[in-house]
């Protein structure tokens, strides 16, 4: 049977895709069990109901905020180094202001646990798009202008494809390119976020660490 | 054909004046420690003329309130549900708010209205499904991750 580069190249996209997330996913996981432990010794320190619900602030301003793609310029400038502006104030003080290690150990997890959700939302747009370019590009290839069988008739058009239809589960409702608008990539911080640790990039262009900075993996999710 | 190895672009966290208020809230619907957890990560909103862009699920809470902060009461849970309590602050659901980008919700959560989250097919807010302390997270059970399955199949690769 003839292929399809095309084709090919989808699969392997959405295959790639897929895998780039289950890592991520992985490393969420690993966070969070982390920052939910350091919380529980946190609670332990400072007894049971000085880590709860009831220690939120009044006012909460947020400290982090999502940038969807297309907002963020190619050529914006990121200011890395410089000192922050004074930002809103860290949730860390509403738990006293003495707070034990554990609980700052918790907010280093979720901080880049933020950052990774971030990640993992553009990634969950790229398997969306890739899975909607290989659907797309599977009815083509099934449903060819020319066939896949004879090879010397071009006026053909008697498709000798998979007579089954498309064959393959088709899951209405995904006519949207998922990836290619709105796609959320760009992390925004206000004021100082104290990266006490390192987000772990597994991916081959390596992370470039700047101090200040939290370094995340979106997806592009451009078609 | 796509040139190139499958990019991932590179996001950096910007600091930005608390002024300029750019960019979308992330929002979480997880049970105490999960959004305790995320509000120390900093992504939490609270002010008295608009809802939170969270919510602390404990065992009290009703499922209808659940729906309804994620996205409005719109579908029928069922037919002896009780109408959702009126919300404290006027405000919408995660879901039909411009201002949030991402929903994290954890899975269990995502479980109990999985019929609200299958139908939201919009690429904004994106949904995230999450582990929560009692569960590890299934990847059969995510939504997005279902429109992914039967993709290949046998017939395909012949």
Not at chain 2, 53 to 82: C, H, M, Q, Y
């Amino acid at each position: 049977m003839e292929g399809s580069p095309a084709l090919d190249a989808a699969a392997l996209e959405l295959l790639e895709a897929l895998e780039s997330l289950q890592q991520r996913r992985h490393l969420l996981s690993q966070l969070l069990r982390e920052g939910w432990l350091s919380l529980s010794q946190a609670r332990y320190s400072l007894g049971c109901h000085r880590v709860s619900s009831l220690q939120y602030g009044a006012t909460i301003v947020p400290r982090v905020r999502v940038l969807p793609r297309a907002a963020a310029a190619p050529g914006s400038p990121r200011k890395r180094g410089c000192a922050p502006p004074p930002g809103p104030p860290d949730p860390l003080s509403w738990f006293g202001v003495l707070v034990p290690p554990s609980l700052r150990q918790a907010q280093s997890s979720f901080i880049q646990g933020v950052t990774v959700a971030v990640e993992l939302a553009g990634l969950q747009g790229e398997v969306a798009a890739a899975v909607t370019r290989y659907r797309t590009l599977l009815r083509r290839h099934r449903h060819p202008h020319g066939d896949t069988q004879t090879a010397g008739t071009p006026g053909d058009t008697e498709s000798r494809g998979d007579t089954e239809g498309t064959g393959d589960t088709e899951t209405l409702g995904d006519s949207e390119t998922v990836g290619d608008r709105g796609t959320l990539g760009d992390t925004e911080t206000l004021g100082d976020t104290e990266t006490a640790g390192d987000t772990k990039t597994t991916d081959a262009e390596g992370a470039t660490e700047t101090p200040g900075a939290a370094v995340t993996s979106g997806a592009t999710g451009t078609g | 054909m796509r040139g190139g190895s499958f990019r991932v672009g590179r996001p950096v966290a910007v600091p930005v004046s608390a002024m300029s208020g750019r960019g979308k809230l992330i929002a979480v619907l997880g049970d105490e420690d999960t959004v305790t957890g995320f509000l120390l990560g900093g992504v939490g909103e609270l002010d008295k003329h608009r809802k939170p862009n969270f919510l602390v699920v404990e065992k009290e809470t009703s499922l209808a309130e659940i729906e309804e902060t994620f996205r409005g009461n719109r579908g029928s849970v069922g037919a002896d549900t009780p109408p959702p309590p009126p919300p404290p602050r006027p405000g919408r659901s995660f879901l039909n708010r411009e201002d949030i980008g991402i929903i994290l919700i954890s899975q269990c959560l995502a479980e109990l209205i999985r019929h609200a989250v299958e139908a939201h097919a919009r690429p904004l807010p994106a949904v995230l499904e999450i582990p929560s302390k009692e569960r590890p997270y299934d990847p059969s059970k995510d939504s997005v991750l279902r429109r992914a399955r039967g993709l290949f199949t046998p017939d395909d690769l012949r």
